[in-house]
C-alpha cells in the first residue's frame, strides 16, 4: 500500500529462483524486473530508476559484489539486499561493507524475504528524506517542499507562466498550495518588486465585491463617503491573487472579464474606466469546467483564466513527499518552540506514507506542530499520531510484532475514530456488547502476580 509502486530489480542466474522471488514480489505489489547477469543489470538500472537490487552473490562472470559497488557509486537513491548462497558469514559481512541494506541468506522462506524487502525499502525511504532539505544550503524552488515528479512538473510551470507574465489558474483540492504556487509565480516573474495582493473571493459579501475589488468614488452609494481606490488599483505593476474565483457572482464575473479583455477598471459610481497594468491569478478548489458546464460560471471568463493552468496534485500523489514536508515542518515547528527536532521511527514514516491526506499539506503541517507541543522525547513513534492514522499502516508490515490486544486496542481506536467517538454505533460496528467495548477501553493494569 506505498504510495508509489516500488521497482526492484533481482539478479539471480538461475532462472528458477528469479521465477520464484519475481513470483512473490508482483503479489506484493511491486514492479518487479530480473535479470540473470550482472551486466544486463548494468544496463537495466541505466533506463529505470530502481527503488530496490536483490541480488545473488555468487554468479559466474561479475558477482554481486561488484553490483552493490556499482550501485553504490552510481545509485545512491538505490537499495541492495544480498542474497548470500553460501551463507558464511564473511561472505555477508562483505556485502554490507560494500553497501548492501540487508543479505538473505539461502535457503529463506517467502515471508524472510518480504521482510528484508520491506526493511531495505523502508531505509531507502528514510535515506531520501534525511538527504533533503532541512538544510539552508540548497533552498527548495520558490520555497516550496518536494521532490517527486509530479511536484517537478509543478516547478515547471511555475517558471514557464512566470516567465510569460501570463494569467494564470491554479486548481487542486483544499489545502494542496495554491497559494503559494501564486506567490511562487509572482516572485519568480518580472513583477516581484511590485505587490502581490490577495483576495479571498468567497470572504467578501457580494455587495461588497465590486467596490472591494475595483473601488468606489465618493457618493456612489450611501456610506461611500469619500474616494477609495480598489485591491486591483492596490495591485498595480504587480499581481492580483483572486483565490476560490469559483464563488464570483454572475454581475462580478461579467465585470472581471471586462477588465481582463480592456485591461482598464471601472470605479463603483465612476463615470469612466481607467487603464491599469495587473497580472491575475485566480484558484479554486472546484471544478471550473463543471461549474460552466452547470451555468454557474461564465465561459467566456473561464477560456481568459486559464490561459496556463498549473494543476495540484493531492499530497497522496507525491510520494515520499510526505516525509520531506514532515521533516521540514518538525525541524521548523521544533526550532519554534527551541527543542531540538524529534527523528520519525520507521512506524510513524510507516503510517505517514499510507495514510489519504484528505487535508492534504495543510493537514500534514497542523498535525506535525500539534505533535511537537504535545510531545516530548527525541522520537515521534506511531502511537502519537491519531487512530485513523495508525490504521492506514498496511497491516503485513505492523501486524509482526504485535501482541493480539494491542491489535484490537487499535482496531477499536480506528472504529471509535471514523464514527466520531460514538461508542454505540462503534460496538454496533465491532459486533460485541457496549459494555464489553467499555470494559476493553479501560487503561490496562500493570501486570499483577496472578
Ligand atoms: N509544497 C509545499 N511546501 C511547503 N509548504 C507547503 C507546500 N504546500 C503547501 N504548503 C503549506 O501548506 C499550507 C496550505 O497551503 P495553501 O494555503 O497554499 O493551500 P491552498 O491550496 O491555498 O489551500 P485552500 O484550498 O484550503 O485555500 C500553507 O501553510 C503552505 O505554506
Ligand atoms: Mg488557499
Same mark, same amino acid.
Given at each position: 500500500m506505498s504510495t508509489r509502486q516500488d521497482h526492484i530489480l533481482v539478479v539471480d542466474d538461475s532462472e528458477s529462483t528469479l521465477r520464484v522471488i519475481k513470483r512473490n514480489l508482483d503479489a506484493q505489489g511491486y514492479t518487479v524486473v530480473t535479470a540473470t547477469d550482472v551486466a544486463t543489470a548494468i544496463e537495466l538500472l541505466e533506463d529505470t530508476a530502481f527503488d530496490l537490487v536483490v541480488t545473488d552473490l555468487r554468479m559466474p562472470k561479475v558477482g554481486g559484489l561488484d553490483l552493490v559497488r556499482h550501485v553504490r557509486s552510481n545509485f545512491p537513491d538505490a537499495g541492495v539486499i544480498m542474497i548470500t548462497g553460501f551463507a558464511s558469514i564473511g561472505s555477508a559481512v562483505s556485502a554490507m561493507q560494500a553497501g548492501a541494506e540487508d543479505y538473505l541468506p539461502k535457503p529463506f522462506t517467502d515471508e524472510e524475504l518480504l521482510t528484508a524487502v520491506r526493511g531495505a525499502l523502508q531505509k531507502i525511504h528514510l535515506r531520501r528524506a534525511a538527504r533533503l532539505p532541512n538544510s539552508e544550503a540548497t533552498p527548495p524552488p520558490h520555497g516550496m517542499i518536494g521532490d517527486s515528479s509530479a511536484m517537478r512538473r509543478v516547478y515547471d510551470l511555475i517558471n514557464r507562466a512566470a516567465a510569460a507574465d501570463a494569467t494564470v489558474l491554479i486548481t487542486g483540492e483544499s489545502g494542496t498550495g495554491k497559494e503559494l504556487v501564486a506567490r511562487a509565480v509572482h516572485y519568480n516573474g518580472p513583477r516581484a518588486s511590485a505587490p502581490f495582493v490577495p483576495v479571498n473571493c468567497a470572504g467578501i459579501p457580494e455587495a461588497l465585491v465590486e467596490s472591494e475589488l475595483f473601488g468606489h468614488v465618493k457618493g %456612489?452609494? $450611501?456610506? %461611500?463617503t469619500s474616494n477609495r481606490a480598489g485591491l486591483f488599483a492596490a495591485a498595480e505593476g504587480g499581481t492580483i491573487f483572486l483565490d476560490e474565483v469559483g464563488e464570483l457572482a454572475p454581475a462580478t464575473q461579467a465585470k472581471l472579464l471586462r477588465v481582463l479583455q480592456e485591461r482598464e477598471v471601472q470605479m463603483v459610481g465612476a463615470d469612466r474606466a481607467r487603464k491599469i497594468d495587473v497580472r491575475v491569478i485566480t484558484a479554486t478548489n472546484k471544478d471550473l469546467a463543471a461549474l460552466v458546464a452547470r451555468g454557474k460560471f461564465r465561459e467566456d471568463l473561464f477560456y481568459r483564466l486559464h490561459v496556463v493552468t498549473i494543476d495540484l496534485p493531492p499530497l497522496r500523489e507525491r510520494g515520499d513527499d510526505v516525509l520531506l514536508l514532515a521533516r521540514h515542518f518538525l525541524t521548523r515547528f521544533s526550532q519554534q518552540a527551541g527543542r531540538p527536532t524529534p527523528t520519525l521511527t520507521d512506524r510513524a514514516v510507516e503510517a505517514l506514507r499510507a495514510y489519504s491526506w484528505p487535508g492534504n499539506v495543510r493537514e500534514l503541517q497542523n498535525l506535525l506542530q500539534r505533535l511537537v507541543i504535545l510531545t516530548d522525547g527525541d522520537e515521534l513513534d %506511531? $502511537?502519537?499520531?491519531?487512530a485513523a492514522m495508525r490504521f492506514s499502516i498496511p497491516r503485513e508490515a505492523r501486524a509482526l510484532n504485535r501482541t493480539l490486544a494491542e491489535i484490537e486496542r487499535e482496531h477499536i481506536e480506528a472504529v471509535l475514530a471514523s464514527v466520531g467517538g460514538n461508542k454505540t454505533r462503534a460496538a454496533e460496528i465491532l459486533g460485541i456488547h457496549r459494555k464489553s467495548l467499555r470494559e476493553k477501553l479501560k487503561p490496562t493494569e500493570p501486570d499483577s502476580p496472578t
Open positions: %456612489a452609494f $450611501t456610506s %461611500a %506511531a $502511537t502519537v499520531l491519531p
